[in-house]
């Protein structure tokens, strides 16, 4: 928990809100977060955490275009492709929330200077 003032935070609510995330795709974030260095498909994302498949395809697609996790296309041999998704490095994520949470701050800072 984090304590500003008036109300605690939990990491989790300071990393949705930051990043913009449903609740969806914080689960699938944590899920990722969880299993660093492996690679899911879609589909194996959906049964593991007992999701529609829309779901998961639209929060990987937002995670992905915030560099939460990476995407790889497998080609198949008959022809095709699919994706396969894993986790960013834990310190990219980091680093992704720091400068989100140093940009709030000092926006903060200027409102206050100006009051």
């Known amino acids: 928990m984090i304590d500003f003032a008036c109300r605690k935070f939990n990491l989790d609510e300071i990393i949705k809100c930051g990043l913009g995330l449903t609740k969806a795709e914080l689960v699938?974030?944590?899920?990722?977060?969880?299993?660093?260095?492996?690679?899911?498909?879609?589909?194996?994302?959906s049964k593991e955490l007992k999701l529609n498949l829309t779901t998961i395809q639209r929060a990987a697609k937002k995670l992905h275009e915030k560099k939460i996790i990476l995407r790889h296309q497998k080609n198949l041999g008959s022809g095709g492709y699919i994706y396969t998704y894993e986790a960013s490095q834990k310190k990219e994520v980091r680093e992704i929330?720091?400068?989100i949470i140093k940009k709030w701050s000092y926006n903060v800072q200027n409102e206050i200077d100006n009051w």
């Open 97 to 99: 929330l720091k400068a």
């Open 28 to 45: 699938i974030m944590n899920y990722f977060v969880k299993n660093p260095r492996v690679e899911f498909t879609s589909n194996e994302v």
